[in-house]
């Protein structure tokens, strides 16, 4: 397919999936609070959005809130975080982000990439995830059900998992303001249908348009 072939294929998934799943929902358990949602973020690289859900319960519970989190021992949130896997560092993370959030931005989340990068354990992935969620800007939030099932739909080689390239490809195809619903959806479309070891081809509404049902979609003039 060339750019523009691509980008027919890019809109007709998006309004599938708008059919499929007509509200977006956030696998993440955050209740809309930004900085739950960056601790939780931080939480799930590598781990499930289900475990990290179940994990939060009770870390928030004994860590309500960033002045909480920033005044936490260590050792007591690393046990508590201990099932979401590198579970030092995380902690660490969680802890150091609460305090620069407080110090640094008065408790208010920025909403600019470079600002966002600059906290501790925050890559490109969780900095679209709050740029999408909490300020209704652009962001392709390039995590692995979007990967997979966007090389599966043929936009790059199935081949490609380097999430920043992943990132890229798709924000010159996705409409800008279709960007962070469409990665929910593909969450939800990963679970449901598209799974990565057995994917449902035979029931998919998306088969048509997908290169592992010989999708043939051309550019009209």
């Given at each position: 397919?060339?750019?523009?072939?691509?980008?027919?294929?890019?809109?007709?998934?998006?309004?599938?999936?708008?059919?499929?799943?007509?509200?977006?929902?956030?696998?993440?358990?955050?209740?809309?609070?930004?900085?739950?949602?960056?601790?939780?973020?931080?939480?799930?690289?590598?781990?499930?959005?289900?475990?990290?859900?179940?994990?939060?319960?009770?870390?928030?519970?004994?860590?309500?809130?960033?002045?909480?989190?920033?005044?936490?021992?260590?050792?007591?949130?690393?046990?508590?975080?201990?099932?979401?896997?590198?579970?030092?560092?995380?902690?660490?993370?969680?802890?150091?982000?609460?305090?620069?959030?407080?110090?640094?931005?008065?408790?208010?989340?920025?909403?600019?990439?470079?600002?966002?990068?600059?906290?501790?354990?925050?890559?490109?992935?969780?900095?679209?995830?709050?740029?999408?969620?909490?300020?209704?800007?652009?962001?392709?939030?390039?995590?692995?059900?979007?990967?997979?099932?966007c090389g599966r739909l043929g936009f790059y080689p199935q081949s490609e998992k380097?999430?920043?390239?992943?990132?890229?490809?798709?924000?010159?195809?996705?409409?800008?303001?279709?960007?962070?619903?469409?990665?929910?959806?593909?969450?939800?479309?990963?679970?449901?249908?598209?799974?990565?070891?057995?994917?449902?081809?035979?029931?998919?509404?998306?088969?048509?348009?997908?290169?592992?049902?010989?999708?043939?979609?051309?550019?009209?003039?």
């Amino acid at each position: 397919m060339n750019q523009k072939e691509k980008k027919l294929r890019a809109a007709a998934v998006v309004e599938a999936l708008k059919k499929i799943y007509p509200i977006p929902v956030c696998a993440l358990e955050s209740g809309g609070d930004p900085w739950r949602l960056l601790v939780m973020g931080r939480l799930s690289a590598q781990c499930t959005d289900a475990r990290v859900n179940i994990v939060c319960r009770e870390l928030f519970a004994r860590f309500p809130d960033a002045a909480a989190m920033a005044a936490a021992d260590l050792a007591e949130v690393e046990a508590i975080v201990r099932p979401c896997g590198l579970y030092h560092t995380k902690a660490q993370n969680i802890i150091d982000a609460s305090r620069m959030l407080l110090t640094e931005y008065g408790g208010e989340m920025p909403h600019d990439m470079d600002e966002l990068l600059r906290f501790p354990g925050v890559g490109r992935k969780i900095a679209n995830l709050l740029r999408g969620d909490l300020f209704g800007l652009p962001a392709i939030v390039a995590d692995t059900h979007c990967i997979r099932i966007c090389g599966r739909l043929g936009f790059y080689p199935q081949s490609e998992k380097d999430p920043v390239r992943v990132e890229k490809t798709l924000t010159n195809l996705v409409e800008p303001a279709e960007q962070s619903d469409l990665c929910h959806r593909l969450v939800q479309f990963g679970r449901d249908v598209c799974s990565a070891r057995a994917p449902k081809c035979t029931e998919c509404p998306l088969y048509a348009l997908c290169d592992m049902g010989g999708a043939k979609i051309k550019a009209t003039t």
